[in-house]
Each structure stands twice: as structure tokens, then as C-alpha cells.
């Protein structure tokens, strides 16, 4: 269990391989092929309350976060699950081995240098990624700059990045919020019978996070440290004695360096730890089935070799990875919980994964540069293992996987066409295969999900300001894992159903530049159909994938005159299923946000305000949504 995995159960430089990227500027959305684009820190800073407030307005990626700031945000590439999207912080794998669970919202948005989205596989270990990866880059190089912010539902922060010396930084941050906006409670406390409106109790949210970077020419080191705490409500009752809360402490360490040489083969080099406390308490028993004082510890270790060659004609490289992974539980009230006595009970234990991941990739390009092929293998091992603490079962699971990239790119003076085949596989977490030795059973037979996906990206460029990109991609799963319960509440995990997606995305921009002011619009939308397959659990057969919206269509346009910036923009989503029986179809989702940006040299304000007009809705857990939020900022450049 992680801190994100326990919140939805109780209720270089970075490594990356630099190909076809396009660089772009807010207001506008990046525009490229599709498989690879790069957001840099001047399009999203201060203009988004958070990376998933931003990830929200990219197309093609739907951010799953349900209730207030600090809730964990997940996110779903062209359809596919959020276990089924990998994100990177500085090229390092963030998702647990122990849950496949991982927060969007990992680090400040005012300490992110840029971010790159992936789904072909160009960026950095991707290939493994059935939807795509996210990779999220911190600054190294800094002014001495000040943030701060106040937003609704009493939330503010304050942020400092400093350069130390010419070869060091250091970035502080801390913020705020207490998340007390109104809720339909379906039962409250005094009046179960009685639906009412009242404002959430227990849900306040707090983190610090420092880093400290150094840099000189042959090697870099970043140290992070982090500290949150999120106070778990009762959405269904919101009893005002709630005290449960989830805690986290971490710490993570890396250096990175380069080999020097003379020719054309380049060497580079990364080891990377980091460290986890959780912190789970529930004292009055009302979030979880009775009282809970439980303690989770992880751990990561990498070590990561890269060796690339330069050539106008040839670009080719070899990476290989070696990682370890180690989890422990203990529940302090529970007395038995470390013999794993008591049926259905808790129960401490530990879990590793030790592995390694080796890619090769080739690209050949013509010497007009105009086409271009590009081979990509990747090879991930694991041993995976899980024991009580006192040693007295043990369970062992061995995986092996392959995947692979081919892609075809045509560069014409106005047109981009790319077309590529994309096979990966998904590993099931140590959760997934051994369970908790209480509700949760163990299935050491448990497959690879595997999945191929074939797709055709169009950039078309015309005269003047005008530009469009056109996605056309099919993937075929099989394996899919899913848990599946019987009537006492005790399940495990089993393959029990193939997911076959199409998928339509595009996106149209235009923009008009006049003498004293410019004018943009971007027009962007989503399409899928999906259907399930399912022989062991026949309610999921023929039925559409679960918790994403199959429909999206977003409109934004933006005026900038002098020093003012004004960005209005509509999303509208509809046809989502809640459940995968498609038994409960989600509510449609129509948003108006609006933000204001003033800008100077130095200075930097502005305003937004998302859900402008308080719609209504249902998230993808058929919660109420939030509601309104605003968002005031300022950043100064000392």
C-alpha cells in the first residue's frame, strides 16, 4: 500500500533521447506528431494551479483525481488505464512496484523545468508503457525567483529558488489548503435519512518539499526531500470525530555524469535512492473496518548505463538498467499481525523486486532528411518475492517480458506523416501477484497484460498561422488484470478480460498577429470506441473500458495585448461508465475556466478560475465534484 493506493481504498539534464521534439509557447497547445511533446516551464507555471490541473488541457490525456487538492491525481493516455501509464521524475520510474500507483502531483509545479509526454516509446523507457509516459523534469538552472499563492478553500503557498553559486540551487516550497468546500453528504451524522450540504470535515492537505542540485561538467547530484500530510474525510457521513489522516516522508538522491571522449560514442552514467515512510491512522475506527496505526516503508534503488553514438545518417544507442525495490508493512495495533494469525486480518510483510531492463534503439535518416526509421527493443526482468515478517510463507514469482517499436517518418514541406507498431507489456505489481495475505489473496499465475498498438500521427503545417495534428492509432489487450470479489469481500486478481480501442484525437490551431495585439484559437478533441471481451466474468463482456471519458472536445482562445494575457476555455466530455459492467453510466462534464496573465520582465501576476459557471457533475468515482476554484498568483524575479 502506498500513499496514493490507500487514499482511493478507504474511500540528462534528464534521461531522455531528444527526437522530433517541438519546442512551444503558451497560449498555445503544443502541436507535433503526437508520439512526443514537450511542455516547458513558462507554459505552465502560474498559469495552472497544478501539473494536473495542466495535464487536464493537454489532449489525448485525462487526469482521474477525485475530491480536493493533496487527493492523488492519476492519469489515462489515449484511453488506456492509469496503471497502464508510466510516469518518470528526472528520467527515475515513480510508479510503485509494490501498487503501480504514483501521484501526477509529485513535485511543485513552480520547481518543473519541462515536461515530456510520450506514447510511441521515444522518450526514455517507454516502450513498456501500453498507453504512455510522462516524464517530469525539475530545474537545475534558476534565478532567484519568488512565488507565491492564494487560492480557494483556504489554500496558499509560498516558494524560494535561489542559486547558491554558480554550480548550485536550491528550491523550497510549502503550501496549503483545507480543502473545505460544500458536499452533498448522502448520510450525514445526526440525520442518515436525510441527504444535506454541508462543508467537508477533515480533508486539510499540507507538503514542504526542498531541492538542492549541483552541477559541474562531468557530473550532477539533486537531493529532494518532501514532507505532506493529507486528513482523510468521510464522504459519506462526514462525521465531525474523523482524526484519520495519511502521512509521507521521503527523501531521494541521485548523480549523474557523462564519460569524456573523443569521438563520436558518448557514455553516460546515473545512480539514483530513494526512501519512503507512510503513515496511516485511523484512531477512531470510522474511515477503515476498526482502528489502524499502520506504518508502510519502500525503497528504490538504480543504476543505469547509456552508451550513444553521433553520425548525421545514424543514431544509435544502447541502455541498460539494474533497479531493486523493497516493501514493508507493520500494523502497530494489530498484536497478531506479524504471525498472520487472525483470518482476513491484517497482516505484516515484505515484498522486493530486484530486476533489470535492457533497451536498444536504432535510427536511420536519409541524408536529405527526409524520411527516417527508427527500431526500438526493450528487454525487463524481474524477480519478484513476498514473505510475512516472521519469515513463515514466502512466495516467489519470476517475469520476463519483451516489447518493441517500429516507426516510419515522412517530412515533407508541409506535412509530417508518421507511422508506427508498438508492442508492450504491463507487469503485475507485487500487490496484484501475492495480495495482502488478508481480503486480498495472492495469484502467483497472475499474466503480463500485453497489448499492440498501431498508429498513424499527422502534422500538417499550412500557409500562414495555421497548423493541425491528426491521431488515428489501434490497440489490441489481452490479460487485461482486473480484482474480481465474492460475496464475503475476499478477491485477488485474475486476467478476466481483451480491450480492443480505436482512437481519433486532433487538434486545429490558428492564430492572427496584429500590431498591438494577437489573437489565437485552438481547437482540439478526442474519440474512442472501446469493447471488452470477457469469458471469466461474463458481466464484463462486450462492455466499454471503464472510468474514462470516450468523448472530449476542448476549446481555447486567447488574446494578448502589451503586457496582459486573457485565456478563456470550454471542455466538454461525455460517455464514461463508472463500473466495469457499465451497470452505472457517469454524468457529462461541461467546464468554462478563464485566466488572466500579467506579465513583465520581473514580474509575474495573474488569476484563474476554473468551473467558472459552478456546474455540477459527478467525477469518475460518481462523487460530486468539487466545484469552483480560483487561483491568484505572483512571481517575482529578485
Not at 428 to 443: A, I, Y
Request: charged content about 20%; hydrophobic content about 30%; overall charge negative.
Amino acid at each position: 500500500m502506498t500513499l496514493a493506493s490507500a487514499i482511493f481504498s478507504l474511500n540528462v539534464k534528464a534521461d531522455t533521447i531528444e527526437l522530433n521534439k517541438v519546442e512551444v509557447n503558451e497560449p498555445k497547445q503544443t502541436l507535433t506528431a503526437g508520439d512526443l511533446r514537450i511542455f516547458t516551464n513558462d507554459e505552465f507555471s502560474g498559469r495552472y494551479i497544478d501539473l494536473s490541473d495542466f495535464i487536464n488541457n493537454v489532449n489525448g490525456l485525462q487526469v482521474l483525481q477525485s475530491g480536493g487538492k493533496g487527493n492523488p491525481a492519476l492519469v489515462s493516455i489515449q484511453g488506456a488505464s492509469p496503471q497502464q501509464t508510466t510516469l518518470f521524475l528526472n528520467g527515475i520510474q515513480v510508479n510503485s512496484s509494490q501498487s503501480g500507483n504514483y501521484n501526477l502531483n509529485i513535485v511543485p509545479i513552480s520547481q518543473i523545468e519541462r515536461i515530456e509526454i510520450s506514447t510511441s516509446g521515444q522518450a526514455n523507457s517507454t516502450i513498456n508503457a501500453i498507453g504512455g509516459a510522462i516524464n517530469i523534469i525539475t530545474k537545475t538552472q534558476i534565478e532567484d525567483e519568488v512565488q507565491t499563492s492564494f487560492s480557494s478553500f483556504g489554500g496558499y503557498s509560498l516558494s524560494y529558488n535561489s542559486s547558491l553559486s554558480e554550480s548550485s540551487q536550491i528550491l523550497v516550497s510549502h503550501e496549503v489548503s483545507k480543502n473545505n468546500y460544500s458536499l452533498l453528504v448522502g448520510s450525514p451524522i445526526g440525520d442518515s435519512q436525510s441527504p444535506k450540504t454541508q462543508t467537508l470535515n477533515n480533508a486539510e492537505y499540507s507538503r514542504q518539499h526542498i531541492q538542492l542540485s549541483s552541477q559541474n561538467y562531468y557530473i550532477s547530484s539533486t537531493i529532494q526531500l518532501h514532507h505532506q500530510k493529507k486528513e482523510i474525510p468521510q464522504y459519506s457521513r462526514n462525521n465531525p470525530e474523523n482524526d484519520a489522516f495519511l502521512q509521507d516522508k521521503g527523501v531521494s538522491i541521485d548523480f549523474q555524469g557523462s564519460i569524456p571522449s573523443n569521438n563520436s560514442w558518448k557514455h553516460y552514467w546515473k545512480t539514483f535512492f530513494r526512501y519512503q515512510d507512510e503513515h496511516f491512522q485511523d484512531s477512531e475506527g470510522i474511515i477503515g473496518l476498526g482502528e489502524n496505526n499502520n506504518r508502510y516503508y519502500s525503497s528504490r534503488s538504480e543504476a543505469r548505463w547509456r552508451t550513444t553514438y553521433d553520425d548525421l545518417e545514424w543514431q544509435p544507442y544502447f541502455e541498460t538498467t539494474i533497479f531493486e525495490e523493497t516493501y514493508l508493512s507493520n500494523h502497530l495495533n494489530d498484536n497478531d499481525s506479524r504471525v498472520c494469525s487472525t483470518l482476513q486480518g491484517d497482516c505484516d510483510q515484505a515484498a522486493f523486486q530486484v530486476g533489470m531492463q535492457n533497451n536498444l534503439s536504432i535510427s536511420k535518416q536519409n541524408r536529405t532528411q527526409d524520411k527516417q526509421l527508427l527500431l526500438q527493443l526493450t528487454n525487463h526482468q524481474t524477480d519478484n518475492s513476498n514473505r510475512t515478517r516472521n519469515n513463515q510463507v514466502k512466495t516467489k514469482k519470476s517475469l520476463n517480458s519483451l516489447g518493441h517499436l517500429v516507426k516510419y517518418s515522412l517530412y515533407y514541406d508541409s506535412i509530417d506523416l508518421h507511422v508506427s507498431h508498438k508492442g508492450a507489456v504491463r507487469n503485475p505489481t507485487l500487490f496484484e501477484l501475492f495480495g495482502d495475505r488478508g481480503l486480498s489473496l495472492s495469484n502467483e499465475d497472475l499474466l503480463q497484460e500485453e497489448s499492440k498498438t498501431f498508429a498513424l500521427d499527422i502534422l500538417w503545417t499550412g500557409t500562414g498561422s495555421y497548423s493541425a495534428t491528426f491521431n488515428l492509432f489501434n490497440r489490441d489487450l489481452k490479460n487485461a488484470i482486473t480484482p474480481v470479489y465474492d460475496s464475503r469481500g475476499v478477491g485477488r486478481y485474475e486476467n478476466t478480460n481483451k480491450a480492443l480501442m480505436n482512437g481519433l484525437e486532433w487538434e486545429w490551431r490558428a492564430e492572427s498577429i496584429e500590431k498591438s495585439y494577437t489573437l489565437s484559437i485552438n481547437v482540439n478533441g478526442s474519440y474512442y470506441q472501446s469493447n471488452t471481451s470477457s469469458e471469466a466474468v461474463k458481466s464484463f463482456n462486450q462492455k466499454k473500458l471503464a472510468g474514462i471519458y470516450h468523448q472530449n472536445i476542448k476549446v481555447s482562445s486567447a488574446i494578448q495585448f502589451g503586457s496582459h494575457h486573457i485565456t478563456l476555455q470550454n471542455k466538454f466530455s461525455d460517455d464514461i461508465y463508472i463500473d466495469r459492467s457499465n451497470t452505472v453510466k457517469g454524468d457529462q462534464r461541461l467546464i468554462w475556466n478563464i485566466n488572466y496573465l500579467f506579465s513583465q520582465t520581473k514580474l509575474n501576476t495573474g488569476l484563474r478560475i476554473q468551473n467558472i459557471l459552478a456546474n455540477k457533475y459527478n467525477d469518475f468515482t460518481n462523487r460530486p465534484a468539487v466545484g469552483r476554484q480560483w487561483y491568484l498568483f505572483l512571481n517575482y524575479t529578485l
